[in-house]
Each structure stands twice: as C-alpha cells, then as structure tokens.
C-alpha cells in the first residue's frame, strides 16, 4: 500500500505561483512513476504532468506547458508541481498519482485545492 499525501494548495491571483509537494510513504518509491492530475467542478479528471522513475522522462498536458515544472526528490519520496503564471482556468482539485509499473498498482492522494482569482 502507498499512501500520499499533498499539500501546498492555496488561493492566488492570477499570475502568480504556487508549489504543489507530495510526500509518498514506501521504500520503493524510485520505483514509482509519479504524476499530478486536476479535477475542476463539473468536469473529468485530467493529467496535468507526469514524470518517469529516474525523471528522466516528463510529459505535460498541452494547456500547462511552459508554465509548470513536476520534479521528484527520490531520496525523499517527494514530487513536487512548480506552476508559475497561474491563470483562473487553472482552478481545480490537484492530486498525486504513483503507479507501480511492476505490480500496476494506482494509487491517489487526497488532493489539494488550487484557486486563482482573476
């Protein structure tokens, strides 16, 4: 079992920043790979960003490119989401994701509420 835990959500304006941390219980965790993904009201889930085990390899959703930066710290089970240049559109429930390639465990933090007011 992994449990993650997210924190760093907040209300900002417009513009602005925010660092999103989950911590990722585990002695495995560089195992893991590790992703962000965002619910707004009345809408699905979407992947935000993603991040390889050894973070060699990163995606982004189309609509945060440029903008956000995932990273992940293996020595201290933690992956962090860097948003700059937040935009209101950004406003949603944000949560951490681990996959286990190996075993095709998923699994999903609480979330963490982003607001940006324009």
């Known amino acids: 079992q992994v449990q993650l835990v997210e924190s760093g959500g907040g209300l900002v304006q417009a513009g602005g920043s925010l660092r999103l941390s989950c911590a990722a219980s585990?002695?495995?965790?560089?195992?893991?790979?590790m992703g962000w993904f965002r619910q707004a009201p009345g809408k699905e889930r979407e992947l935000v960003a993603r991040?390889?085990?050894?973070?060699?390899?990163?995606d982004y959703a189309d609509s945060v490119k440029g903008r956000f930066t995932i990273s992940r710290d293996n020595a201290k089970n933690t992956v962090s989401l860097q948003m700059n240049s937040l935009k209101p559109e950004d406003t949603a429930v944000y949560y951490c994701?681990?996959?286990?390639?190996?075993?095709?465990?998923?699994?999903w933090g609480q979330g963490t509420q982003v607001t940006v007011s324009s």
């Open positions: 994701n681990a996959y286990i390639p190996a075993s095709g465990g998923n699994y």
């Open positions: 585990g002695r495995t965790f560089s195992h893991y790979a």
């Open positions: 991040i390889s085990w050894s973070g060699g390899r990163v």
